[in-house]
């Protein structure tokens, strides 16, 4: 049995579609569902460059893709605090653990 190729009809834009995508601030791209499904790699890189990725749906927004925020900054050293200590070279790390694994019933 022959098959016929299946072509997606264009989306219609309507007024509730144009209400929609105003409130949108202007993404850097906008993209189809099925585009964005063979795209999905290269889109992902735009989104963590700090890119807002509007994925829409029959002409309709759907989903949006940004870069996650991490949720914890990242650990800084006390550099000053650090070199205040009074760190003592009499003890050594070995030493220490030896001390306690031999402590233990």
Same mark, same amino acid.
């Given at each position: 049995?022959?098959?016929?190729?299946?072509?997606?009809?264009?989306?219609?834009?309507?007024?509730?579609?144009?209400?929609?995508?105003?409130?949108?601030? /202007?993404?850097?791209?906008?993209?189809?569902?099925?585009?964005?499904?063979?795209?999905?790699?290269?889109?992902?890189?735009?989104?963590?460059?700090?890119?807002?990725?509007?994925?829409?749906?029959?002409?309709?927004?759907?989903?949006?893709?940004?870069?996650?925020?991490?949720?914890?900054?990242?650990?800084?050293?006390?550099?000053?605090?650090?070199?205040?200590?009074?760190?003592?070279? /009499?003890?050594?790390?070995?030493?220490?653990?030896?001390?306690?694994?031999?402590?233990?019933?």
């Amino acid at each position: 049995m022959k098959r016929k190729p299946f072509k997606y009809p264009p989306a219609k834009p309507d007024k509730t579609v144009l209400r929609e995508t105003a409130a949108i601030e /202007e993404p850097a791209l906008v993209v189809n569902v099925r585009a964005a499904k063979d795209q999905l790699s290269s889109l992902l890189e735009a989104a963590a460059r700090g890119d807002e990725v509007v994925i829409t749906s029959d002409g309709r927004p759907k989903a949006k893709l940004v870069a996650i925020q991490p949720r914890h900054p990242r650990f800084r050293m006390h550099w000053s605090w650090l070199h205040g200590q009074n760190i003592s070279s /009499e003890l050594r790390a070995q030493d220490l653990v030896r001390e306690d694994r031999d402590g233990r019933p």
